[in-house]
């Protein structure tokens, strides 16, 4: 399974920026894909999982400003970020599994795109 993301870049404060992952290869064996963002130097942070019936949990953090979602026709998740704040600065990385693992070890990784927040 390889992911490939994108969509990162510079947004302002109050702004909104859409992520995409892009799953391929043998992907029947993921029923779990999340968002996960990290400031270097910093702890790695899940924010956002959506899972095989469409169900989705958010971090604290980005509840009810971030967005996830799924199109099965495309194999895609995306991450509708809204009303950034600088906090909100990272390198998000997508990342795909089983729903049991997802969490804390996900099995397939995507590159980081990064996501730069000005005031």
């Known amino acids: 399974v390889q992911l490939q993301a994108s969509g990162g870049g510079l947004a302002q404060a109050g702004g909104s920026l859409r992520l995409s992952c892009a799953a391929s290869g043998t992907i029947f064996s993921i029923n779990a894909m999340t968002w996960f963002r990290q400031v270097p130097g910093n702890k790695r942070e899940l924010i956002a999982r959506?899972?095989?019936?469409?169900?989705?949990s958010y971090a604290e953090s980005v509840k009810g400003r971030f967005i996830i979602s799924r199109d099965n026709a495309k194999n895609t998740i995306d991450l509708q970020l809204n009303n950034l704040k600088r906090e909100d600065t990272a390198i998000y990385y997508c990342?795909?599994?089983?729903?049991?693992?997802?969490?804390?070890?996900?099995?397939?990784w995507g590159q980081g795109t990064q996501v730069t927040v000005s005031s």
């Open positions: 959506i899972f095989g019936d469409s169900s989705t």
């Open positions: 990342a795909a599994g089983s729903a049991t693992t997802i969490t804390k070890n996900p099995q397939y």
